[in-house]
């Protein structure tokens, strides 16, 4: 499986340490820009993650091998980051129950909106739950990937208290030029 990063390996300085409890996969290096901001999320909360490509379209068979090892490998939610015709996260959440976290990412010619539109529109019964397009989407996947684990982690969702208090405060210091 061609890695970009995973967290087990000592070479992927943004990871935290630990077994993953979040995948990040992505269907292209060229999705990196985008991607990244998720796993500087999770780098940011000290949650445990890996960092892949695992290309829907030209790498099938591992995407399925991914997906139906998610589960046993203890991962708590998938990140899925794909731009243009996007089958990546849908087909993942079509081999696992692990909940899949859609990230629509901006493609040359339609802006992400092919993306998104691939992602967001899934048929009843496989969800796939949908962010925005962009580092925005990355970023908030991430987040709503912090916050599942929270649920169940005192110290984590002290941590995400913080950082919504750091930005509200960021927000009550803005000024404007007038
Ligand atoms: C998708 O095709 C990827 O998710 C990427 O957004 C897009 C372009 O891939 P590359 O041609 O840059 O590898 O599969």
Known sequence: MNTLSASTTSDTPSAAPGKPLIGVVMGSSSDWNTMQHAVQILAHFGV???ARVVSAH???DDLFAYAEQAGPRGLQA????????AHLPGMLAAKTTVPVLGVP???????G???LHSIVQMPKGVPVATFAIGDAGAANAALFAVSLLALHDPG???KLLAFRAEQT?????????V
């Open 156 to 158: 984590l969702a002290a």
């Open 58 to 60: 030209r790498m099938p």
């Open 48 to 50: 445990a993650h890996e």
């Open 105 to 111: 990412v901006a493609s040359r010619h339609l802006q």
């Open 169 to 177: 405060e960021a927000a009550r210091a803005m000024t404007l030029p």
């Open 78 to 85: 998938i990140i899925a980051g794909a731009g243009g015709a």
């Open 113 to 115: 909106v092919d993306s």
